[in-house]
């Protein structure tokens, strides 16, 4: 069989799954859906996707078997009946989920006989098969490798090590980044709202801003893994500090809710008066804990 061929199912049909089957369906592949509410498999079986009425079928029809469901509480509803009828095949779990949960899951389909990989989706469903896409994968180090051409159909395919936690870690990791940014652009929106500016006025300036400090990514992680938060010349915590009570206090003065960015500021003052002051922001890493290994 080439790995064109390879059969394939999946197991849940919310927005990101279907946007998976009909990347599978796109790309030819005998692709077998299953999903709880049998009327979201509708406009993929006139697509070509073969309808399970089951998981159970479904996961008979394929080698390869991709669930992606809301939670691992769903997760484990569905495959905890199948058990043994996964032996042989390969569980590719794009679930969000901890990097506990994953370990744990993966034991339980290694119990069964199944090889197992986790995955985390860096992509929302309609870049799913586009160049912006990537996909991060850990476990199973032969799964990827025989299965590599098909997760290949989702995005770009990152396989981070055979411990299947290490997909869902950085899952989260990155996505905390971005709910930060998030977070950020939300109360940035609030308090011109608040002012009576409209946030499409401000939306060129928000953009070009973080590009602008996209480069952050790089200097923190520096100054994080070697442990010396030392800023030089620019931008310093006491600094940071002193302006970010306008941060709040504008959002006081405004009548907006400051819940979304007055931690950090909570943050940034005990690490000044713990006298770090003249150090940069990425010392707030140091208040989180724990440290390096
Ligand atoms: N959509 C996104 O932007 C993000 C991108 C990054 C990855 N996430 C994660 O992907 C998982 C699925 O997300 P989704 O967008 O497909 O989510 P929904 O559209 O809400 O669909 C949820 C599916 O889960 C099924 N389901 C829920 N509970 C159960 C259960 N107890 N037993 C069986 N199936 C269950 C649900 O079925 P139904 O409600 O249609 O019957 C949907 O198929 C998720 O982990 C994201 O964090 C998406």
């Known amino acids: 069989m080439k790995m064109s061929e390879t059969p394939v199912t999946v197991l849940g049909l919310g927005d990101m799954g279907t946007a998976l089957a009909r990347a599978l369906v ?22 070509g996707a073969r309808t399970a009425a089951t998981a159970g079928a479904a996961v008979a029809a394929s080698p390869l078997v991709v669930v992606c469901l809301l939670d691992y509480d769903s997760v484990r509803q569905v495959l905890a009946p199948l058990g043994d009828a996964l032996s042989g095949r390969a569980v590719v779990n794009l679930t969000n989920g901890t990097p506990r949960q994953a370990r744990e899951l993966a034991a339980w389909a290694a119990g069964h006989g199944a090889q197992y990989l986790d995955g985390g989706i860096m992509a929302v469903p309609p870049m799913i098969g586009t160049p912006a896409a990537f996909l991060l994968y850990s476990g199973s180090p032969a799964a990827f490798t025989a299965h590599r051409t098909v997760l290949d159909l989702f995005g770009e395919s990152h396989h981070l090590g055979e411990d299947p936690g290490r997909a869902p870690l950085y899952d989260l990791a990155l996505l905390s980044a971005m709910y930060g940014m998030f977070s950020g652009v939300l109360h940035g929106y609030a308090l011109m709202r608040s002012d009576g500016v409209a946030a499409a006025d401000a939306a060129p300036l928000m953009g070009r801003w973080l590009t602008a400090m996209s480069g952050v990514v790089d200097g923190y992680a520096r100054q994080i893994d070697s442990g010396d938060h030392a800023t030089g010349v620019v931008s310093n915590l006491a600094m940071q500090s002193a302006a970010f009570v306008n941060f709040t206090g504008s959002a006081r003065d405004q009548g907006i809710s400051p819940e979304l960015i007055a931690p950090i500021g909570d943050l940034m003052a005990r690490r000044v008066a713990d006298g770090h002051g003249h150090e940069g922001l990425s010392g707030l890493v140091e208040l989180l804990g724990p440290g390096r290994p």
């Open 26 to 47: 796109g790309a030819g592949h005998r692709t077998t859906v299953w999903n709880r509410t049998a009327a979201k498999a509708e406009a993929l079986a006139a697509e």
